[in-house]
């Protein structure tokens, strides 16, 4: 299959064990920092390419699920001014990610293609307003900042491991999901709905699960990245966080889930490297059009995305071998 070059139990160990060095090697807190944030916003990365890879649904209201995350614990935390309340917060994350992902999903799946799209969009404009408007409840623009957190999140190795071990799991359980029969039912659904449906499998509800899954993950993430900047405002109910998780799937490979960790990397650390540039070079200080400029690059040269490209170029070389091997056999054969 296209994707059991990053299947492999072996590969996938090695890669956790580097990262987990990473620590004992560097104690660049900046580092750290912006591992622990590309480790976070990966996990919103897979969660979306459950949808867009493995479902064929092209949402733009994702952000809706990260931003309710990031509030749920931002707006817990500050309340009660208890950091032991995040595991509530996270779990009350959870619940709503999945009742919201529901009700948008009953309400909007019943067309398709770009009607669909468009009524997410709408989704997420509307939370984005009433997250503007109650701004006596979410601090509107200006957020909630001095988010107190666990202490132990205030370690960054500590909360470093903890953002790994995070996307461990969820790459385990997102990989356990899209390789069930579930899984293969929805792509199958991608590839053709009809299809599935004269087969007898109600597509509504399989799509439906898809979104609550995706939404729940997504709402973990969101929490997260509260915890990591301590601070939320109304941005993360903004149009930028889906275009962020669209891009991340793109860039690293739609269909493959650890494309969307390659993606998370590539963006956070060219986000950071322009943005640099920009207090040397004024030029620079325009780094989101080099950063578009960037993005065409890599869709140029890496049409399937990054990893999913090296999985083309990688199954085409084994499916060469191959011929080559079964021709070399069939020509000693006759002789």
Same mark, same amino acid.
């Given at each position: !299959?296209r ?8 590969l +996938?160990?090695?890669l956790l064990?580097?990262l987990?060095?990473?620590p &004992?090697?560097?104690? #660049? $807190?900046?580092?750290l920092?912006?591992?622990i ?9 897979m969660?979306y390419?459950l949808?867009?890879?493995?479902? =064929?649904?092209v949402s ?10 990031a509030?749920s614990?931002?707006?817990l ?21 999945a ?5 948008? =999903?009953?309400?909007?799946?019943r ?5 669909f799209?468009?009524?997410? @969009? ?7 307003? &009433?997250?503007? $408007?109650w701004s ?5 623009s200006? =957020? ?10 205030n370690?960054?190795?500590q &909360?470093?491991?903890?953002a790994?071990a995070f ?5 385990? !359980?997102?990989?356990r999901?899209?390789h #069930?029969?579930f899984?293969r039912t929805?792509?199958?659904i991608?590839e053709?709905?009809?299809r ?7 597509v509504?509800?399989? $799509?439906?699960?898809s979104?609550?899954i ?13 915890v990591l900047q ?6 993360v109910f903004?149009?930028d966080?889906?275009?962020e998780?669209?891009?991340m799937?793109?860039?690293?490979g ?5 494309g969307?960790?390659l993606?998370a990397g ?8 322009? #943005?640099? +540039?920009?207090t040397q070079?004024?030029l620079?200080?325009r ?8 993005y065409?690059v ?10 999913g490209?090296i999985?083309?170029?990688w199954?085409q070389k084994?499916?060469?071998?191959r011929n ?10 006759i @002789?």
């Amino acid at each position: !299959m296209r994707s059991k070059l990053f299947n492999n139990n072996w590969l +996938l160990a090695a890669l956790l064990i580097v990262l987990a060095l990473v620590p &004992f090697l560097s104690s #660049s $807190k900046f580092l750290l920092t912006m591992l622990i944030t590309v480790f976070i916003l990966a996990v919103y990365g897979m969660s979306y390419d459950l949808l867009l890879g493995y479902t =064929g649904i092209v949402s733009f209201g994702h952000t809706i699920f990260f931003g309710l995350g990031a509030y749920s614990v931002g707006i817990l935390l500050t309340k009660t001014k208890q950091p032991n309340m995040l595991w509530v917060a996270l779990l009350i994350a959870i619940v709503g990610a999945a009742l919201i992902g529901l009700v948008i =999903g009953i309400l909007s799946l019943r067309v398709k293609d770009v009607y669909f799209s468009m009524i997410t @969009l709408a989704f997420a404009e509307l939370f984005y307003i &009433f997250a503007e $408007k109650w701004s006596s409840f979410t601090g509107g623009s200006d =957020g909630i900042p001095y988010i107190r957190v666990p202490s132990f999140f205030n370690d960054r190795t500590q &909360f470093y491991f903890t953002a790994l071990a995070f996307l461990a799991l969820m790459y385990l !359980m997102l990989r356990r999901v899209v390789h #069930s029969p579930f899984g293969r039912t929805l792509q199958a659904i991608r590839e053709n709905e009809q299809r599935v449906e004269s087969l007898g499998y109600n597509v509504l509800h399989y $799509k439906l699960a898809s979104i609550v899954i995706s939404g729940c993950v997504a709402a973990m993430s969101g929490g997260l990245w509260t915890v990591l900047q301590k601070y939320v405002n109304t941005s993360v109910f903004g149009m930028d966080r889906t275009i962020e998780a669209l891009l991340m799937t793109i860039v690293g490979g739609v269909g493959t889930l650890f494309g969307a960790v390659l993606g998370a990397g590539v963006i956070t650390f060219a986000h950071e490297w322009f #943005s640099s +540039l920009s207090t040397q070079y004024p030029l620079f200080e325009r780094w989101l059009m080099f950063f578009g400029i960037l993005y065409i690059v890599i869709v140029m040269f890496f049409p399937k995305g990054i990893l999913g490209t090296i999985l083309d170029k990688w199954t085409q070389k084994q499916g060469g071998s191959r011929n080559a091997a079964s021709d070399s056999k069939r020509s000693k054969s006759i @002789l």
